[in-house]
């Protein structure tokens, strides 16, 4: 079983910048394919931002040009860098290791004035 921790939730106000962190345990972590999901209150959960295991990637269209997702695969972490953040961008951010459909425990973000 891989164990995914998240880092880096809080609050900040619109315009600031956030970076989360998800570290999974595991030898293969370079094989495996991440990926950073969200769901606000009532809403869905959607996908944020996936990375492959030789870095390619893929964002949802809501975060396209605001938020940039990248691996450390010597740490065994991958990252989710949140510029421009907007209010609309608050919900809880899951980690997923996308192979076996792992998921972390989330962690909150909240973007208010």
């Known amino acids: 079983q891989v164990q995914i921790v998240e880092s880096g939730g809080g609050l900040v106000q619109p315009g600031g910048s956030l970076r989360l962190s998800c570290t999974a345990s595991?030898?293969?972590?370079?094989?495996?394919?991440m990926s950073w999901h969200r769901q606000a209150p009532g809403k869905e959960r959607e996908l944020v931002a996936l990375?492959?295991?030789?870095?390619?990637?893929n964002y949802g269209d809501s975060v396209k040009g605001r938020f940039t997702i990248s691996r450390d695969n010597a740490k065994n972490t991958v990252y989710l860098q949140m510029n421009s953040l907007k209010p609309e961008d608050t919900a809880v951010y899951y980690c997923?290791?996308?192979?076996?459909?792992?998921w972390g425990q989330g962690t909150q973000v909240t973007v208010s004035s």
């Open positions: 595991g030898s293969i972590f370079s094989m495996y394919t």
């Open positions: 990375i492959t295991g030789d870095s390619s990637t």
């Open positions: 997923r290791v996308v192979n076996w459909n792992y």
